[in-house]
């Protein structure tokens, strides 16, 4: 059965970088993208960005563009999102989902299965 | 962008009752249109895909139709694990734009 595990919590200053780690099992890894989403806390679902297991294409969403990386390692079948000069306004919890169907040149499925979620805590 | 409205925001009624939810988009967007539910402190799940198709295990009361920019997810006899809220996305091309959620309560 397919499985997506997130890395744990993270706090953060002002200013600084994180990376989240999404680890899949249970499917080919390199056959199905990675979507990455944000929830604020009380807030609604906001899609940060996309990347293709298969050969790293990424789409990401404009407000993050120039701050954001996203990256895979097939050898490890594990997605992860980096994320610079984090601000309070990008406390929120990660999700990672690996998508529904097959997208390989742009995000072009919905999230099927999902990751526990990663809370970052951006705090001076 | 294509934004996503939804309505309503949220909405209260009764077990049994028929709720309809409202998503539509700012453009065309064909049948490219999911539907994810959230309950409270869970992580999302995928309801629907291509407007209409349920996933596995989602009981079939609940329902999604339309096309082109706007559409529907009903919930044909509301029950009490369906507390949550609903978001809609659109998919068919980056970025994959989430409606703002509607909050159902009993």
């Known amino acids: 059965q397919v499985q997506v595990v997130q890395s744990g919590p993270e706090v953060k200053k002002p200013g600084a970088s994180v990376k989240v780690s999404c680890k899949t099992s249970?499917?080919?890894?390199?056959?199905?993208?990675i979507s990455w989403v944000r929830q604020a806390p009380g807030q609604g679902l906001e899609w940060v960005g996309w990347?293709?297991?298969?050969?790293?294409?990424?789409n990401y969403a404009q407000k993050f563009q120039g701050r954001v990386t996203m990256t895979t390692d097939t050898s490890t079948s594990t997605a992860y999102m980096e994320m610079r000069s984090l601000g309070s306004d990008d406390t929120a919890v990660y999700y990672c989902?690996?998508?529904?169907?097959?997208?390989?040149?742009?995000?072009?499925?919905?999230?099927?299965?999902w990751g526990q979620g990663t809370l970052v805590t951006v705090s001076s | 962008d294509i934004q996503m409205t939804q309505s309503p925001s949220s909405l209260s009624a009764s077990v049994g009752d028929r709720v309809t939810i409202t998503c539509r988009a700012s453009?065309?967007?064909?049948?490219?249109l999911a539907w994810y539910q959230q309950k409270p402190g869970k992580v999302p799940k995928l309801l629907i895909n291509?407007?209409?198709t349920l996933q596995s295990g989602v009981p079939s009361r609940f329902r999604g139709s339309g096309s082109g920019s706007d559409f529907t997810l009903t919930i044909s006899s509301l029950q009490p694990e369906d507390v949550a809220t609903y978001y809609c996305?659109?998919?068919?091309?980056?970025?994959?734009?989430f409606g703002p959620g509607t909050k159902v309560d009993i």
């Open positions: 453009q065309g967007i064909i049948n490219y």
């Open positions: 996305q659109k998919y068919n091309s980056a970025p994959l734009t």
């Open positions: 249970g499917y080919t890894f390199i056959n199905y993208g």
């Open positions: 291509a407007t209409s």
């Open positions: 989902g690996r998508d529904l169907g097959y997208c390989d040149i742009s995000s072009c499925s919905p999230a099927a299965y």
């Open positions: 990347i293709s297991a298969n050969n790293g294409n990424t």
